[in-house]
């Protein structure tokens, strides 16, 4: 018996694993559908399409910490990540499937 709720625990959470692309989503209107618009307020024309994932990783804590500062409209960013409650699993998630985006020329 102790096999069989194992089992259910461990597919029960592996059916519940982030999906980047479905998290996404929540990102299109400022980053557009493949991530290849400079969000409003953002400085130095960057979008995020194939950025690296270790940074966007980075800079999607710090922004659900208030701390990430690219020098643009930070408080949009900051109220995004409270409204969305990211796990570490949906940023790991979502960072990898950004990166995996074409980038952007």
Do not use: W
Not at 5 to 33: E, Y
Not at 77 to 92: G, Q, R, S, W
Request: proline fraction near 2%; glycine fraction near 12%; aromatic fraction near 4%.
């Amino acid at each position: 018996m102790k096999k069989i709720l194992l089992g259910l625990a461990l597919a029960s959470g592996c059916l519940m694993a982030a999906d980047g692309a479905d998290i996404f989503k929540k990102c299109i209107a400022c980053h557009g559908a493949k991530g290849e618009r400079v969000a409003p307020g953002s400085k130095g024309n960057v979008t995020i399409a194939g950025m690296d994932k270790a940074r966007l990783v980075e800079q999607l804590k710090g922004y659900a910490a208030g701390t990430a500062d690219n020098g643009g409209a930070k408080a949009i960013m900051y109220a995004n990540m409270k409204n969305f409650k990211l796990t570490d699993a949906d940023i790991e998630a979502v960072a990898d499937y950004i990166s995996q985006l074409p980038a952007v020329k």
